[in-house]
Every structure is written in structure tokens, then in C-alpha cells.
């Protein structure tokens, strides 16, 4: 008898875990202010594009569109997919600060150990001095560049 109780227990337990979310109040979802909805429509709009033209392919494989017709619809799609794909760009472009990219250069620079990859004038035009002139691989006699430091033919060290 009190297996029957405890069994009966545990069940109503269960139901109330597994009921409760459907008793509580809905929490309203607070819009997200970094998102950019314009930028989410062109993304929309590029991936319905972008599956009316699979379509087009498939309508083509089943016989549904002649050859012309597909042409026709799928140059048209490409247009519209190129300006969509223009305005992303643009969007983008227009979101990215330069504080943004002066961040990024530090920590790269930082990264590497506080070299920069940008050359001074002074080894830039040395290079350039130098590129006049012909140098070849002691290994395998490829032609490098003159500031190479590895042979792009066999990847032999060059000092």
C-alpha cells in the first residue's frame, strides 16, 4: 500500500517538472540593440536569393523550365543577388570603425611580440635596390627574389 503512495508521489513530481514552464508568465524578449535589421533583411533577402536560383537549377533538371526560361531567371536572380551582395558590403563597411582596426593592429602587434610587420623605408629601399639583380638557390639554382630568405622551389634556407 504505500508503494502505491510513494509511486504516486514521485508521479505527480514528475507531472509538476515537467508542467511548470507551461504556467509561467511568457518574459517578453528585449530587442537587441547591436543588431543591425537592415543588415538581417539583406541577409534574408541573399538567402532567399540564393535558394530561388537552386530551385531554378532543380525546376531546369526536372524539366519544369525550358533552357531559355532558365537563363532568363537565373540572370535575373544573379542581379539581384549581386546588388544585395553590393549592399552587405556597403552596410558592413559603414559599421567598422577605424578605432576598430587601430585595436586590432595593437593586438596583432602585440601578439607577434611588438614586431611590426609594416618594413621601415630604410629596408624597403634597400630591397629595392637590390631587386635589380638576379638571385638563385644554392641548392637547386631557382630563382628567389632578393628578399627572400627561402627558396620557393625546394624550401632550402638562404642566408
Known amino acids: 500500500m504505500i508503494w502505491i503512495f510513494i509511486a504516486f508521489f514521485l508521479l505527480l513530481v514528475v507531472a509538476a517538472i515537467i508542467l511548470l514552464p507551461l504556467f509561467r508568465p511568457a518574459t517578453p524578449a ?20 540564393y535558394q530561388a536560383i537552386r530551385e531554378a537549377k532543380f525546376d531546369l533538371d526536372t524539366g519544369k523550365l525550358s533552357p531559355e526560361d532558365y537563363d532568363r ?24 570603425s577605424p578605432e576598430w ?24 629601399s634597400a630591397v629595392a635596390a637590390t631587386a635589380g639583380r638576379a638571385r638563385y638557390c644554392p641548392q637547386c639554382g631557382a630563382r628567389m627574389e632578393a628578399d627572400d630568405r627561402f627558396c620557393p622551389a625546394c624550401g632550402a634556407r638562404v642566408s
Open 73 to 96: 531567371q537565373v540572370t535575373r536572380l544573379k542581379r539581384q543577388a549581386a546588388s544585395v551582395l553590393k549592399a552587405i558590403d556597403k552596410r558592413e563597411a559603414s559599421m567598422v
Open 101 to 124: 582596426d587601430e585595436q586590432i593592429e595593437a593586438q596583432v602587434k602585440s601578439a607577434r611580440g611588438g614586431r611590426s610587420m609594416v618594413r621601415p623605408a630604410v629596408v624597403t
Open 30 to 49: 528585449t530587442p537587441d540593440a547591436s543588431v543591425d535589421h537592415k543588415l538581417l533583411a539583406l541577409y534574408t533577402k541573399r538567402d532567399q536569393l
